[in-house]
C-alpha cells in the first residue's frame, strides 16, 4: 500500500485520479480504515483551512494510524504553490512516523510552477508577482522559497550536486521532469516524501507497474450542479444570457455572503431558486459574483459553510445526481454537510479533474476540481456524467 495524507479534498481526489491511471485499486477517505486494501489510500483532510495547532493534531493522528498499515510508501500531498502550514505538518509527521527526514520538492513542472534557484516561479515569473500574490490566506509576498514556506534557517535548500543530509526537512529545486526523477532517486525508508501531483506522478511511474483494474466509466444522463467556491477566483464567468456555456449561472446573494452565521434560514429562498432551475434544464452553476465581495472582507471558511449548506438545500428540494464542485475547502465543507467520508475514482476526465463516486450512495457522485485548474470541455456538455 502507498499511503497518502493531503492537505486538501481536491488534491486528494487529483492523486486518486493518477492512481486510477495506474491501475491502482484507489480509495479516498477522510479517516482511517484499519480493515482498508487499497493499493493507494489518500487520506483527505481539510488542515490547509485550519489553525496551525489544530492542523499539526489532525496530521500527527493520521500519520499514527496509517504507520500500523505498514505502507510500503508514505507520501504528503502539498499545495503546488506551497499554500498552508507544510512546515509544521511535516515537523508533525516526522515526529509521528519516526522516519529522519523530509524531503519537499515543490512546485509542478508540468504546470509552469517552477523553483529555479531560491526563487519560485509561476508562469515564468517570480510567483509575487501573480495573482496568487492576492490569496485570501496564504498570499505569496515573496518570491523567496524559504520565505514562502514560512520556513527558518534550519530548513536545508539543496541543489542535485550537494550533499544528501540524513535528517531534518530539506527542499530540493525543481525545474523539470528529470529534476523530479533525481529526487525520487534519493528517497529511501528514512524519507518523507512531499510534493505535488507532479511529484506523485513521477513517483508511482519509479515503482513496479501494478496490474491494471477495469473500471466502469458514467452514465450519460442526469441532473447537475456546479459549485464554484475557490475565492481564488480567476476572473467574471462568461455569461451569455445569464449562463454561462448554456448552463444557468445563480450568484450566491449578496446578503448571504455578509450574512454572519451560514444558517438554514439565510439560504432557503435561492436553493429553492436553483433546485427549480435543475428541475426544469437539469444543470445549474452556483458561484460567487466578485464584484459583491470586492470591497467586502469575506471570512473564505464561513462562505464554505454556507455554500455547503445551500448544497444540502437543494439536495433536499430535488434528487441530484452529481455536484461538479471547485475548491478545496468549499468541497470539504460540503462532503461534512452531507456526511460522505468515502469516495472512490471512477474516471480522469483531465489532470485534477475527477470524477468519484460515493460509498453507499449508488446515486449521487462527486466531480472535484482544484480552484486554479481550468474546467475541461467535456463537462460541459449537458447530461454528461452520471454515476451508475
Known sequence: MIAVIADDLTGAAELAGIGLNHGL???????VDEHCDADLLIIATDTRSLAVNKATNIVYNLTVQLQRLKPRFLFKKIDSVLRGHIIEELQSQLAA?????????????????????DTFHYNGQPIHLSDFANDPTFPALSSNIVELLRADESISLIKKEDKFPSTGIIIGAA?????????????DNNTLLAGSANLF????????????????????????????????????????DGRHNNIPVHYVP??????????????????????SSIIAGNNAIIAINPDFIKDIKVDPILLSHKMAAIVKQVIDHTDLHELLIEGGATAWAILERLNIEKLYPSKLIAPGVIHMRVAGNNQLCLTLKPGSYPWPAPVWATNNYTCI
Open 25 to 31: 485499486r484507489t480509495e479516498v477517505s477522510t479517516s
Open 97 to 117: 512516523s519516526g522516519l529522519k527526514r523530509a524531503l519537499i520538492v515543490p512546485g509542478n513542472p508540468h504546470h509552469s510552477k517552477k523553483l529555479i534557484g
Open 175 to 187: 525545474e523539470n521532469e528529470d529534476d523530479l526523477k533525481y529526487w525520487i532517486s534519493q528517497t
Open 201 to 240: 506522478t513521477t513517483l508511482l511511474e519509479s515503482l513496479t507497474t501494478p496490474q491494471k483494474v477495469k473500471t466502469t466509466d458514467p452514465e450519460t444522463t442526469g441532473r447537475r450542479l456546479f459549485v464554484f467556491g475557490s475565492t481564488f477566483y480567476q476572473g467574471k464567468l462568461n455569461l451569455n
Open 254 to 275: 449578496a446578503a448571504t455572503i455578509c450574512a454572519e452565521t451560514s444558517g438554514d434560514n439565510v439560504h432557503g429562498l435561492f436553493a429553492s431558486h436553483v433546485a
